[in-house]
C-alpha cells in the first residue's frame, strides 16, 4: 500500500491532451495479454439532455475508422440499448446492456462492477476494440463515472434544461474531461443565453473544454468526434 | 487444476486475520453488484405480495430459510474447504431456475473481482480460472471469507444476512416503504439469521466427513417461478 | 411403541422378447405392489395402500430398479394420506430408484396429502446411469380439505452418472418458517413438480417458459436443468389445479 501513495497525490485531472497511461486509482491500461485495451470514456447526464443521441451520433461518425462498442446503464432494464439497435449504429454484439437497479449513479461510481464485466466481456467477444462508450442511466448533476471504470469522461447538459446549470456546477459540470452543451439549435426557443452558459462553464471548469452541439445539423457531433479522436491518439501515444 | 482437500477453515486462518473483515464484507457497499438485483422482490410486488413492512418480513423469512439457508450452506462448506468446483455443482443442482443460475453466476463473477482486490488468495484465482464466466455467489463468498481468515460461520451469517438485506433494500426502492420500518424488519429478522448461520454451519461441518448431499436443498417454488416471470418482463427496475 | 416398518422392493428387466420382466416384485406391509396390464415394451407396476400409511412412527421405502434396456412405469392406486401417529413420532417414507442405461422410468404417483397433526419426511433418491430416461412427478397437498395442513419435508435428489442434477426439499405446515408466505406458497395449497430427464435435451435444451401467472388457477414455469433435464414447478390452490399444471407438454 505504501507504494501507491505518491501515485494516490497525482494531480486529480490531467491537462487535455496529455493523458498518462492510465488514471491513478484506474483500471489497468492493457488486457490481460499484455496489448493496449480499448479507451473507455463515460457519458453521463441528465435525462433527456442527449446522452444516447450523442452516443449513437458518435457511432455514426467513428465505427467506419475505429471498432467501438457501447455498454448502457438504463433505469428501466435495456430501452437505450434497443434504440441504439433499433438505430442499428452498431451491430448487435457490439452493443451491452446494465440492469441498475434503479441508482444508475451506483452502477458508474459506487459499484463498477456489472459495467467492468461488460466492459471486459465486449473486448472478449467482439475485441480488440479501439474505444467503449458507457452511457450512464439518466442522473442528477452529481452523477460522475469512477476512475476506476473509464478513462475520461463527458458530462451532456442541454441548453433546455435551463441556461444556469452551467452556474450551478455540480461535479459533473465541473470535473468532467468534456462538457457537452447539447440541442444549442432550441436556444432561441427556450430563451438560453449561449454567452452566457459558455462563461459560466469557463469559470466553473477552468481550462477543461466546452462544446456547443446540435444533433439535427449534419456533422453536428464533429466537436465531440474530434475530441475523442484527440484523447485516443494520446491514449495510443504512450506505449502499453 | 490444483487439489483440494478438506481443511477446517479457522486452522487455515491467514495471518491479518480480523474479525472487522466480516463488516467490511457484509456491508451494503461492498462493491459486488448486490445493488441491481431484488432477490425476487420485485416479481412479488408486481403480484400484489409485498406490499408493506409485514409482508416484507413473512417474504424475508421464507427466503431465508430456504434460498439463504442454502447458500449459507454453500458458503460454509467453501469456508471449511470443501471442493468449490463440487460446490458449484451442488449449486447448480439446487438452482432449477436457469434465471437465478446465470444471476447467481454473474454476481459471483462481481463479487470475485471485489474479493481479490481486497483479499488475494491463490484459491480465488484457481476458481476465477476454472470458472471464467463466474461461480455460484455462495461458493465465491465461502472462499472470500477463507481468504480473509474467517470461520464458515462467518460466511454462514454473511449469506444468510444478504439473503434478506437484496429484497429489503429493493422493497424500500419499488415501495418507497419508510427504511425506519424496514430496517426494524431486518431487526427482527436477526435471531432467524443466527439459526440459520448455526445450521448452515453445522451442514458444512457434516459435510466435510459425509459428503455435498447433507447440505441443505431448502427451496421455495414461489421465488423459482417469480425468477422466471421476472426475466421475461421487458421493463424494470432490478436485474433479478 | 415404534410404527410400521417396511419396504417394497421390485426390478424391472428386459425379458428378451423386447418387453419388460419384474424379476422380483416383494409388496411389505402396508405396502402392496401390483402387475398391472400393459401393452409395448413397458411394464405397468401399481404401488396399492393396504392400509392408511404412513402413520407417525411409520419407516415405509420402496426400492425399484430398472435395469439396463427395461422400461417400467410405476403408479399408486390412490393418494398417499400422511396421517398422526399415536406418539407424535415422525413418520418417513424413502423411496429410492436406480435406472440403468437406456432404460426408462416413469414414477408418476397419485398425491401425497400431509394432514392436519401429521408429521412425515419423504425422501425420493434417483439414480440415473448415462443414456437413462426419467418421468417423475411429486405433487403435495397441504392438508385436507378444510384442514390446516400437517408437516411436511420432502426432498427430491436426482443423480445423472454420479453427479447432481437436481436436489430440491420443500418444508410446509407448523415449523417451517415461512412458508406460507410470499417466498415460497403465499396461500397455495398444493406444490409439485414434474421432472424429465432425456439424453436429447443434452444437444437441444428446453427453452424457459412461463406455464402459468394466474394467481387463481396456479402458477407454473417449465425449465432447463443445468443438465440434460427439463423440469415444471408448480403452486396452485388444489390439487386438481396442481394436476393440470404439471400435465403441461415438455417433451424434448
Known amino acids: 500500500m505504501h507504494l501507491d501513495l505518491d501515485h494516490d497525490n497525482y494531480p486529480e485531472r490531467y491537462a487535455y491532451g496529455s493523458l498518462p497511461l492510465a488514471s491513478p486509482g484506474g483500471p489497468p491500461a492493457t488486457r490481460p495479454d499484455g496489448t493496449r485495451r480499448a479507451l473507455r470514456v463515460g457519458l453521463g447526464g441528465p435525462v433527456g439532455s442527449g446522452k444516447t443521441a450523442t452516443v449513437a451520433a458518435l457511432c455514426r461518425a467513428l465505427r467506419d475508422r475505429l471498432s467501438i462498442a457501447v455498454v448502457t446503464n438504463d433505469i428501466y432494464t435495456r430501452e437505450d440499448a434497443e434504440y441504439?439497435?433499433?438505430n442499428a449504429v452498431l451491430p448487435p454484439e457490439r452493443i451491452s446492456a446494465v440492469e441498475t437497479g434503479a441508482c444508475p449513479?451506483?452502477?458508474?461510481?459506487?459499484?463498477?462492477?456489472?459495467?467492468?464485466?461488460?466492459?471486459?466481456?465486449?473486448?472478449?467477444?467482439?475485441g480488440p476494440l479501439d474505444l467503449i462508450l458507457v452511457e450512464s442511466g439518466g442522473d442528477n448533476l452529481t452523477a460522475t463515472f469512477s476512475k476506476g471504470l473509464v478513462d475520461a469522461q463527458i458530462f451532456v447538459i442541454d441548453v433546455a434544461g435551463g441556461d444556469d446549470i452551467p452556474r450551478k456546477g455540480g461535479p459533473g459540470v465541473?470535473?468532467?474531461?468534456?462538457?457537452?452543451?447539447?440541442?444549442?439549435d432550441l436556444a432561441p426557443y427556450v430563451g438560453s443565453d449561449l454567452e452566457r452558459m459558455a462563461r459560466d462553464a469557463k469559470a466553473q471548469r477552468g481550462d477543461l473544454p466546452v462544446a456547443f452541439t446540435s444533433l439535427v445539423a449534419e456533422g453536428g457531433v464533429t466537436p465531440v468526434s474530434d475530441w475523442i479522436h484527440e484523447r485516443l491518439t494520446?491514449?495510443?501515444a504512450v506505449p502499453a | 487444476m490444483p487439489r483440494w482437500r478438506p481443511r477446517p477453515g479457522h486452522e487455515q486462518a491467514a495471518p491479518r486475520a480480523s474479525r472487522a473483515a466480516l463488516l467490511v464484507l457484509a456491508d451494503g457497499r461492498f462493491p459486488a453488484g448486490g445493488h441491481a438485483h431484488s432477490g425476487g422482490a420485485e416479481a412479488a410486488v408486481k403480484a400484489g405480495r409485498i406490499t408493506g413492512?409485514?409482508?416484507?418480513?413473512?417474504?424475508c423469512r421464507g427466503r431465508l430459510h430456504t434460498s439463504g439457508l442454502v447458500a449459507a450452506a454453500l458458503a460454509a462448506a467453501a469456508t471449511a474447504g470443501l471442493d468449490p468446483l463440487l460446490l458449484d455443482e451442488a449449486a447448480d443442482a439446487r438452482t432449477p431456475s436457469p434465471s437465478l443460475r446465470t444471476t447467481a453466476r454473474k454476481l459471483g463473477r462481481q463479487l470475485t473481482r471485489a474479493a481479490r482486490a481486497a483479499w488475494p488468495s491463490p484459491e480465488l484465482d484457481a476458481l476465477a480460472a476454472a470458472r471464467p464466466q463466474g461461480a455460484h455467489q455462495p461458493v465465491v463468498l465461502g472462499l472470500t471469507v477463507r481468504a480473509a481468515g474467517l470461520t464458515p460461520l462467518d460466511a454462514a451469517h454473511a449469506a444468510a444476512y444478504e439473503s434478506v438485506t437484496g429484497p429489503a433494500t429493493a422493497a424500500v426502492r419499488l415501495l418507497s416503504l419508510d427504511p425506519f420500518a424496514v430496517t426494524a424488519v431486518l431487526a427482527r429478522l436477526t435471531p432467524d439469521l443466527d439459526e440459520v448461520a448455526a445450521q448452515a454451519a453445522e451442514a458444512a461441518h457434516r459435510a466435510l466427513d459425509e459428503g455435498m448431499d447433507v447440505l441443505p436443498a431448502a427451496s421455495a417454488p414461489l421465488l423459482d417461478?417469480?425468477?422466471?416471470?421476472?426475466?421475461?418482463?421487458?421493463?424494470?427496475?432490478?436485474?433479478? | 411403541m415404534t410404527g410400521v416398518h417396511a419396504t417394497a422392493r421390485l426390478t424391472a428387466a428386459p425379458d428378451g422378447r423386447g418387453g419388460t420382466a419384474l424379476p422380483l416384485l416383494t409388496g411389505d406391509g402396508p405396502l402392496a405392489l401390483r402387475r398391472t396390464r400393459s401393452a409395448g415394451p413397458e411394464a405397468?407396476?401399481?404401488?396399492?395402500?393396504?392400509?392408511s400409511a404412513p402413520l407417525g412412527g411409520d419407516r415405509l421405502a420402496i426400492e425399484a430398479v430398472v435395469e439396463p434396456g427395461a422400461a417400467l412405469r410405476i403408479g399408486t392406486a390412490a393418494a398417499t394420506v400422511s396421517l398422526p401417529g399415536r406418539t407424535g413420532e415422525q413418520a418417513r417414507y424413502d423411496v429410492r430408484l436406480t435406472v440403468g442405461e437406456d432404460a426408462v422410468l416413469h414414477w408418476l404417483p397419485e398425491p401425497l396429502i400431509a394432514a392436519e397433526g401429521s408429521d412425515l419426511r419423504m425422501t425420493t433418491t434417483v439414480e440415473l446411469a448415462p443414456g437413462a430416461r426419467l418421468v417423475l412427478r411429486e405433487e403435495q397437498?397441504?392438508?385436507?380439505?378444510?384442514?390446516?395442513?400437517?408437516?411436511?419435508?420432502?426432498?427430491?435428489t436426482v443423480r445423472l452418472s454420479g453427479r447432481p442434477l437436481l436436489d430440491q426439499e420443500l418444508s410446509f405446515g407448523p415449523n417451517a418458517p415461512g412458508w406460507a408466505g410470499p417466498a415460497v406458497l403465499h396461500g397455495h395449497r398444493a406444490a409439485g413438480q414434474l421432472l424429465v430427464v432425456d439424453p436429447e435435451y443434452a444437444d437441444k435444451p428446453i427453452e424457459p417458459r412461463v406455464l402459468s401467472s394466474d394467481q387463481a388457477e396456479g402458477e407454473a414455469v417449465l425449465t432447463p436443468l443445468a443438465g440434460p433435464a427439463a423440469l415444471i414447478t408448480a403452486v396452485a390452490p388444489d390439487g386438481l389445479r396442481l394436476r393440470r399444471l404439471l400435465s403441461a407438454s415438455v417433451a424434448p
Open chain 1, 84 to 86: 441504439l439497435l433499433r
Open chain 1, 105 to 126: 449513479h451506483t452502477a458508474i461510481r459506487d459499484d463498477i462492477s456489472a459495467n467492468l464485466e461488460a466492459v471486459e466481456d465486449l473486448e472478449e467477444t467482439v
Open chain 1, 174 to 184: 465541473t470535473t468532467a474531461d468534456l462538457l457537452v452543451i447539447n440541442k444549442t
Open chain 1, 234 to 236: 494520446a491514449w495510443t
Open chain 2, 53 to 59: 413492512p409485514g409482508t416484507l418480513e413473512a417474504f
Open chain 2, 225 to 240: 417461478i417469480y425468477a422466471e416471470q421476472h426475466a421475461t418482463w421487458p421493463v424494470r427496475l432490478f436485474a433479478s
Open chain 3, 44 to 51: 405397468h407396476v401399481t404401488v396399492v395402500g393396504a392400509m
Open chain 3, 141 to 156: 397437498i397441504l392438508g385436507r380439505s378444510g384442514e390446516h395442513p400437517g408437516r411436511l419435508t420432502t426432498r427430491l
